[in-house]
Structure formats: C-alpha cells, structure tokens
C-alpha cells in the first residue's frame, strides 16, 4: 500500500494537471492521496471546488481513494485558522498548513498555529519542531511529516526524535511538484528510516497511520485500489 498526503497540481506550483497527476498515482500504484495546492484566502475556494471536481473523476474511474485538500501556505499566523475554516467550508477533505521549514523564512507561530486549529488535519515539513509542540501535535491528533522533498528533509531526523518522544503520529509524503517527485514503496521506505524510525515503526508510519487518518475522515480503502 502507498499513500501520500501532499501533492502539487499547476493550480499551484507544480507541473501537471490534477487529472494528470491523478493518473501518473494511480499509475504508480498509490493506494490512497491527496491534492493539497498551495492556498491563501486569494483562491482557496475556486481551488477546492476545481480539485474536487477530478478526484471525484479519478475516484470513479480509478477507484483510488483520491481527497481533495490545501497546503495553507506562508498565511500569517493569526489567520491559519480562519484560512482553514475556509477551506473545511468551501469542501476541502484534507487541510495541511505548510510549517516552519528551515528552506524557507515561514513566519514563526506557523507549526503553533497549525496544531491548535480544529480544521487542520497535518503539520507538514515543521522544520525544527520544538518538544512542547510535539506534545500539542499529539494532544490534538495532528499528524506530522517526514518530507522526502530535498530541502525540507533536512530536518527529518529531528522531527522523528521529536514525535517519537511525544508520541505525535508521522506520515511520509512526497511534495510531488513534478512526475519525478512521487513516491514508490521503496522510496517512502527510505525516507522513513533514513529519519532514524525502526522497521516497526517505519510500517506504523507508512501503512498504520494513513489507514488511520483516511478513517478519521470517513474513507475507507476500496477493493482494488492502487495499481
Ligand atoms: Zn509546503
């Protein structure tokens, strides 16, 4: 099984279609995943909307469980929240705020911010994530990324101790900008132990805990999803 909970569209920054880009998944054998194009109150709406519009094509054709969802990105702090509420409204199935990478100067309060909204499902790429908000991420039952995109890896080790201590649930995503960019097994595989997670834990992170997660939101694997 493969899952992977941030991708990029040309709606955004990134390369392909959502059609496309849903077909090169399904193609490369993903079980599950999600859309999450860059957002801010400026198109949060018409992307959610355009983004439902093929996973619901992609889901029936395909029958790969496919979530329409946002990477609320460089928002500042104080409007996380409401830019998450946004999108919960306008129908997004996964909201992801883009954290506190150190490839990037995201203005601090963002990881904070994220972890103590209602709406936001995942912290990705929190850059170096302090101990206390480790805590909050698992209090709150936010999943955390390990990021296999060059840059904001660079902190993977750091946040996996972090979670580990907390007991905060992590995930391994993409940041699919291009066809190159997603995953397979293999490579979710590395990403995973490469942050330090044993092989136990590496199945927790890579099967246990996406199953979890598409149950919170009311999804379940379908017979013969994937390749
Ligand atoms: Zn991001």
């Known amino acids: ?8 569209t040309f ?31 400026a198109n949060v709406q018409s992307l959610v909307e355009s983004l439902a519009r093929d996973c619901r094509e992609a889901e029936a054709a395909w029958g790969m469980v496919t ?8 928002v500042p702090p104080a409007a ?16 992801a705020v883009h954290g506190e990478t150190i490839a990037e100067p995201v203005a601090a309060g963002t990881n904070r911010a994220a972890l103590e909204s209602d709406y936001v499902h995942a912290l990705v790429h929190p850059g ?26 660079l902190t993977n080790g750091h946040v996996a101790n972090v979670c580990r201590e907390a007991g905060a649930k992590l995930l391994v995503n ?33 099967v246990d805990n996406p199953l979890e997660l598409l149950a919170r939101l009311g999804r379940t694997i379908t017979e013969g999803a994937g390749a």
Do not use: W
């Open 1 to 8: 099984m493969l899952f992977d909970f941030q991708t990029h």
């Open 174 to 206: 993409s940041d699919a900008h291009e066809p190159g960019d997603l995953l397979t097994e293999a490579l979710a595989r590395r990403v995973a132990r490469g942050a330090g997670l044993d092989a136990d834990e590496t199945e927790t992170v890579l």
């Open 80 to 95: 996380i929240d409401r830019v998450a509420r946004m999108a919960s409204e306008a129908g997004a199935e996964f909201i």
């Open 128 to 153: 170096l994530l302090s101990p206390e908000l480790g805590h909050v991420a698992r209090e709150n039952g936010k999943y955390i990324e390990l990021s296999a995109r060059r840059g904001h890896s």
């Open 67 to 74: 979530l329409a969802g946002v990477e609320i990105t460089h």
């Open 11 to 41: 709606l955004s920054d990134g390369v392909l279609s959502p059609i496309e880009l849903l077909r090169r998944c399904h193609v490369s054998g993903y079980t599950a995943m999600a859309i999450t194009d860059h957002a801010s109150p």
